[in-house]
């Protein structure tokens, strides 16, 4: 059987599509420049990607988007004899407002994240094509890889050998962070956890915030996930995976973020038609956690996972059987993320040094940068603004920020924010962030 994964990336394979208005520099895709810098507007179309027959297709990409540029990816497929449209996977940044988009063809649609083919035959060829668009002639965004994975019809999924590894990952729970998207933002928090593995130290709602989809208003886009990943660096994409391809990331020291439902009730298990996830700690018709090993004890196979599904860091760590996991996992969509690529992540997000204010009121600040006040706006909090927490040093050395302690604050009507009396009143030094909806957190510190 082909393949049902296919990445672009590098010059050779870049190389083989159509550039109008597009260039390859340093194996990526950027805007052509003219005398005065880089066009406005180019278009990269791949070569035509056979796949094996397929009805549910998904796309990745990895891109450095400096402010004031964006991408958007787009993908057809040809459906017995006939192309399909265009159908668009969204506009990508951080430093935009995100939108992905819900198309119905007369041969296939797309609903955020999940293209459709309509025909009970499926598709065998499918075709990418991305635009890249800015508003300078100074930036060009920058395309470092293109992909499509696609559930086969007829697969034939191999088990693979046992693999017998636990690898390094830190756990989150999404139950302690921000309230406001806490319960949601499981996808965020797994794709923190997959990049602080290998060094990055990001927030898992610093993730969230420049993943969020403003048109399914959630966090859960799986494209724009990777995309999160993508943009910090890393070499990321979505995967349709069987327990052998799970077993190989594995055994090659990669942790895998999967897409998975499950009740730990019995009851609700036959009630509902969920996998019952026997150690789970509720009911979840829509999750994603991180795979980072596997085990066995007295005959039976075990999945080491890190689930954010839990009260505590300290909670998140489980281990599953394996049986039961397989049944959990849907539709076997898996994240991959592997270490950062040479070329990759100059246009990352960043946070940004700022100073602290005095507003009159004792304790209540507003953010400063570089000598010019910085009001947070109206709408800052809530699903689709911003994060503002703060930590309070406690002289324990942390393996991320993430896992230290973080109490969470509303914004007052001026754009800034009071500190409660324990942050007042402690000799220990208070970092304040603010986490931006558009790839930006202000960082400043209060010592006692």
Not at 119 to 145: C, F, I, M, N, W
Not at 241 to 248: I, P, Q, S, T, V
Not at 261 to 290: C, I, V
């Amino acid at each position: 059987m082909e393949k049902n994964l296919c990445l672009i990336e590098g010059a050779e394979a870049f190389s083989k599509g159509e550039f109008d208005g597009v260039a390859l520099e340093n194996g990526c895709l950027v805007l052509e420049q003219t005398g005065s810098g880089y066009l406005q507007k180019g278009c990269y179309t791949s070569q035509l990607l056979r796949l094996p027959a397929f009805r549910q297709l998904v796309s990745s990409w990895n891109a450095d988007t400096p402010a004031g540029t964006y991408i958007e990816v787009q993908a057809r497929v040809l459906v017995e004899g006939q192309w399909s449209r265009w159908l668009s996977f969204g506009q990508w940044s951080p430093f935009i407002r995100r939108t992905s988009f819900s198309e119905k063809g007369p041969l296939a649609s797309v609903d955020t994240d999940l293209l459709q083919v309509d025909s009970e035959a499926g598709s065998k060829t499918a075709q990418l094509r991305v635009y890249l668009y800015t508003d300078s002639e100074q930036y060009s965004p920058q395309v470092r890889l293109l992909g499509v994975t696609v559930r086969p019809l007829n697969w034939e999924q191999k088990e693979g050998d046992p693999v017998l590894r636990q690898l390094y990952l830190p756990a989150y729970s999404q139950l302690n962070r921000d309230p406001a998207i806490g319960p949601v933002m499981c996808s965020a928090v797994t794709i923190a956890a997959l990049v602080n593995r290998w060094g990055q130290d990001v927030l898992p709602e610093e993730v969230a915030r420049i993943c969020y989809d403003h048109a399914y208003q959630g966090f859960g886009n799986w494209s724009f996930s990777v995309a999160a990943a993508g943009c910090l660096g890393f070499r990321a994409y979505v995967a349709y995976l069987d327990l052998a391809g799970l077993r190989r990331e594995i055994y090659n020291g990669y942790s895998v973020g999967v897409s998975v439902r499950y009740t730990s009730d019995p009851e609700t298990a036959q009630k509902e038609n969920l996998p019952y996830l026997e150690g789970a700690s509720g009911t979840t018709k829509g999750h994603l956690m991180a795979v980072h090993g596997f085990c066995r004890e007295k005959d039976v196979e075990y999945v080491l996972v890190n689930d954010s599904y839990a009260d505590s860091d300290d909670q998140a760590p489980r281990r599953y059987r394996l049986d039961q996991f397989l049944e959990a996992w849907q539709g076997r969509v898996a994240y991959i993320v592997h270490p950062k690529q040479k070329h990759g992540g100059w246009a990352a997000p960043q946070r940004v040094p700022a100073q602290l204010t005095a507003t009159g009121d004792v304790g209540s600040y507003l953010f400063e940068v570089k000598g010019r006040q910085q009001p947070l706006p109206a709408d800052f909090s809530g699903l689709a603004g911003g994060t503002l927490a703060y930590t309070i040093q406690d002289g324990v050395a942390y393996a991320t920020t993430a896992h230290k302690k973080f109490r969470y604050l509303q914004p007052d009507e001026k754009g800034g924010f009071s500190l409660p009396p324990e942050a007042l009143e402690t000799p220990e030094r208070v970092t304040i962030y603010a986490v931006g909806p558009l790839g930006k957190t202000l960082v400043a510190e209060r010592k006692g």
